[in-house]
């Protein structure tokens, strides 16, 4: 027990030593300040680009409904710490932690089949003992994903022309796991985006062409037979709904998207939200609510700020050597774009409706701070990247 309580001091001492530096002052005494060259490399622009988004949501929601902003500016606050913890983490030299995090995750997956309990016919939570805390482990996936790719192709490169099928094929393992374990649950939705993120990142990291032909001739194949012997009824209803006449949620966020204008109306007037026409107005269809009450240009000015963000995400990818970087601000760059695309398409009846939210838009706590922790990483791999490099002494001394 003594040398488990040693060995997490020096753990703490390491870290504080690691990220701040110890200074004199004229009269002598100690004086501790933070690593500024950390800062260096750290990403405000990213930051500048979010916190609009956080604002403009916050004001939204306190609008509609002003129980759900205080809990909104509590998820807001917890991702504060959540992020500075995560900062902070010497993820670079620990990265052996990255495979057990992702495994961790694939065993919380399997356990929601054996102690998960179901609502609205899906089993997709674990209730925690003793505190009544539900944890959704597919959420949990979403970085531990990213986080695992970026490990693995950090490990192995990608050779000129790209990965060829076996190597390709080893990859797909770490994600077709956690999307068939989703799936099953069932939970299409996330599974898709999983896929679609994963798959996303071969494609922009390197893939040889001669596989990806080869998968477009094996989904036009598959697809038919999934949707009659893989889809369950109410996902079939969803298709069905969508190729038909538009339901009621769909035709009331059509309405307050139209009745916006150019402009937008004011609170009296945006009736829709006002008299609980629009359903879930906070979150799924937070982007009709947006265009009711700030019109085409207030809707357009959001759209840019997601537009802004991914193509710095993708800038960042492209301009690193660093694969670690590359592949995680590749990933949340496409989590975004899929986020955003589908919720918005779905507003306006391009898509089906499948509970989406407008990433770090809409009402929620577990989406918000997933897209936080990535952003953390991301940061995190950043504002690093060089210190992390040298072989200090403090790593001798303390670890």
């Known amino acids: 027990?003594?040398?488990?309580?040693?060995?997490?001091?020096?753990?703490?001492?390491?870290?504080?030593?690691?990220?701040?530096t110890k200074t004199k002052t004229k009269k002598g005494s100690a004086l501790w300040r933070f690593d500024?060259?950390?800062?260096?490399?750290?990403?405000?622009?990213?930051?500048?680009?979010?916190?609009?988004?956080?604002?403009?949501?916050?004001?939204?929601?306190?609008?509609?409904?002003p129980a759900l902003a205080q809990k909104q500016l509590a998820y807001i606050g917890a991702s504060f710490f959540v992020f500075l913890a995560i900062f902070f983490l010497p993820i670079r030299r620990r990265s052996w932690i990255?495979?057990?995090?992702?495994?961790?995750?694939?065993?919380?997956?399997?356990?929601?089949?054996?102690?998960?309990?179901?609502?609205?016919?899906a089993?997709?939570?674990?209730?925690?003992?003793?505190?009544?805390?539900?944890?959704?482990?597919?959420?949990?996936?979403?970085?531990?994903?990213?986080?695992?790719?970026?490990?693995?192709?950090?490990?192995?490169?990608?050779?000129y022309g790209g990965y060829r099928l076996l190597e390709f094929l080893?990859?797909?393992?770490?994600?077709?796991?956690?999307?068939?374990?989703?799936?099953?649950?069932?939970?299409?939705?996330?599974?898709?985006?999983?896929?679609?993120?994963?798959?996303?990142?071969?494609?922009?990291?390197?893939?040889?062409?001669?596989?990806?032909?080869?998968?477009?001739?094996?989904?036009?194949?598959?697809v038919p037979i999934?949707?009659?012997?893989?889809?369950h009824d109410y996902q079939k209803k969803r298709v069905e709904a969508f190729m038909g006449a538009p339901s009621y949620h769909v035709k009331q966020s059509i309405i307050a998207i139209g009745s916006g204008g150019l402009f937008g109306k004011s609170k009296e007037e945006a009736t829709q939200t006002q008299l609980r026409f629009l359903p879930i107005a906070t979150s799924d269809f937070i982007f009709a609510f947006l265009v009711e009450r700030s019109g085409f240009m207030g809707a357009l000015g959001v759209i840019v700020l997601y537009a802004l963000l991914i193509l710095h995400l993708l800038s960042l990818s492209i301009y690193n050597?660093?694969?670690?970087?590359?592949?995680?601000?590749?990933?949340?760059?496409?989590?975004?774009?899929?986020?955003?695309?589908?919720?918005?398409?779905?507003?306006?009846?391009?898509?089906?409706?499948?509970?989406?939210p407008l990433p770090m838009f809409s009402y929620g706590g577990s989406s918000f701070i997933n897209?936080?922790?990535?952003?953390?990483?991301?940061?995190?791999?950043?504002?690093?990247?060089?210190?992390?490099?040298?072989?200090?002494?403090?790593?001798?001394?303390?670890?």
Not at 144 to 154: D, F, S
Not at 226 to 231: A, D, T, V
């Open 98 to 121: 990255i495979p057990f995090v992702y495994w961790v995750g694939i065993a919380l997956l399997i356990a929601v089949f054996i102690f998960g309990h179901a609502r609205l016919g």
């Open 170 to 222: 080893k990859i797909s393992f770490y994600i077709l796991v956690p999307f068939v374990l989703i799936a099953k649950e069932p939970d299409l939705g996330t599974a898709l985006v999983l896929l679609l993120i994963g798959y996303g990142i071969l494609f922009f990291i390197g893939v040889y062409w001669k596989i990806w032909v080869g998968i477009l001739v094996l989904v036009s194949l598959v």
């Open 36 to 65: 500024r060259t950390i800062l260096t490399q750290f990403d405000f622009i990213s930051i500048a680009l979010i916190l609009p988004l956080i604002i403009f949501s916050y004001i939204l929601i306190n609008e509609a409904v």
């Open 1 to 20: 027990m003594g040398n488990k309580v040693k060995t997490i001091f020096f753990q703490v001492h390491y870290l504080l030593c690691y990220n701040f």
């Open 123 to 159: 089993q997709r939570w674990i209730e925690i003992p003793l505190i009544g805390f539900t944890l959704q482990p597919s959420e949990f996936m979403k970085p531990a994903l990213v986080l695992m790719l970026a490990y693995i192709i950090n490990k192995k490169p990608p050779p």
């Open 371 to 399: 897209f936080i922790i990535l952003f953390a990483i991301m940061q995190n791999l950043m504002a690093f990247r060089y210190k992390d490099g040298y072989k200090s002494l403090r790593k001798k001394t303390f670890l």
């Open 226 to 231: 999934s949707y009659n012997f893989l889809l």
């Open 321 to 356: 050597k660093d694969y670690l970087i590359k592949v995680v601000s590749v990933g949340i760059s496409f989590m975004i774009f899929i986020y955003m695309s589908v919720n918005i398409a779905m507003t306006i009846g391009f898509a089906p409706v499948v509970g989406v």
